[in-house]
């Protein structure tokens, strides 16, 4: 395995706007970039066109390339399949993008069956679990890329209203990345300040909507973003290349990302975003933090939603399961 190689399935708007943030953001974390697409045309183009910025960057060869140049990647990207249309949810997507799921783990098996998988194509939190249910690889190498941009939304919003680095304000986002997402209220702080005792202490900082009208205009963002250009893309990549970068580097890095559970916060058989230590090899443990009771409530709420999906999608007829000793 070539530990600065990685491979991105998919070559349309996210995918490209993946490598290109790989190439120039995080110049220098990967020697070989791969893009695959079943638009060989535009895999080609799209690494000719990115490889024309790197005289401004650090060296890399992006090319294009099939299924067995992938045999020595740390990492691969699946950002292929159907793309959302206006006024669409996530989840409508389903149907459409299974089979072609289906084909890619496929074939992403056949030549390695030791690379981290990174899922960021939508709906994400069932495709996660498709790709699980699919290879019979343990839990901590797929993933989704699930609440992490949501999350970063979220922390954008709140820190332009507050007049703060956004980089100061810590909460997460957590369950579906979708309509039943829920923010995490109770633990959300500013530099390890409580967000409603900043609020108190700082007169006028704080906005005067609530936090949770909020948190509803981050939601249906995508839908707004999707309603004037057509996709979501810039947002979506600057998330995946952040969790790209904690694999590759080994950072231990705590994200909400998409992972199977098994028990934790009372949720068995499905994936959804919970705040895990992603480091080598993808996931190291997954963090149990303290919700309030509504917040878990509405986290129930939505692992009953992907539930009742992956039951729709033929996908339940065994209940997936893997060694609690996984997350060492």
């Not at 839908?223 to 600057?238: Q, S």
């Not at 709420?301 to 999906?309: G, I, N, T, V, Y």
């Amino acid at each position: 395995m070539a530990k600065r190689k990685c491979a991105i399935i998919g070559c349309g708007n996210v995918g490209s706007s993946i490598a290109y943030t790989l190439a120039t953001v995080y110049a220098g974390l990967f020697e070989e970039i791969i893009l695959i697409d079943i638009n060989q045309k535009r895999a080609m183009a799209e690494a000719e066109d990115i490889s024309h910025s790197l005289p401004f960057y650090a060296q890399a060869k992006i090319y294009s390339g099939e299924y067995k140049d992938l045999s020595d990647a740390m990492v691969v990207v699946i950002a292929a399949g159907a793309a959302q249309r206006p006024g669409e949810d996530r989840r409508s997507l389903l149907t459409r993008n299974i089979p072609i799921f289906r084909d890619i783990m496929e074939s992403i098996g056949k030549y390695n069956d030791h690379c981290t998988v990174l899922v960021v194509s939508n709906p994400v939190d069932i495709l996660t679990y498709t790709a699980l249910y699919l290879s019979g690889r343990d839990r901590k190498s797929i993933i989704g890329s699930g609440c992490v941009l949501d999350t970063a939304r979220l922390k954008y919003e709140l820190g332009t209203r507050i007049g703060v680095d956004t980089r100061n304000i810590h909460m997460f986002i957590l369950g579906e990345h979708g309509d039943s997402e829920v923010p995490i209220w109770s633990g959300a702080n500013i530099s390890g300040i409580n967000i409603d005792d900043y609020c108190a202490s700082s007169e006028g900082a704080c906005p005067e909507e609530s936090f949770e009208s909020i948190f509803e205009n981050v939601r249906d963002s995508a839908y707004r973003i999707i309603e004037g250009k057509g996709a979501t893309y810039y947002g979506i990549a600057g998330a995946a290349c952040r969790i790209i970068s904690a694999i590759v580097r080994g950072e231990n890095t705590i994200m909400p990302v998409s992972v199977y559970l098994q028990g934790e916060y009372g949720i068995n058989g499905v994936c959804l975003s919970v705040p895990c230590v992603v480091g080598f090899g993808g996931i190291k443990r997954i963090i149990e933090i303290s919700l309030s009771d509504e917040e878990k409530e509405r986290l129930l709420k939505s692992a009953k939603a992907m539930e009742a999906l992956i039951e729709s999608a033929g996908l339940s007829e065994a209940k997936l399961a893997f060694k609690d000793d996984l997350f060492t």
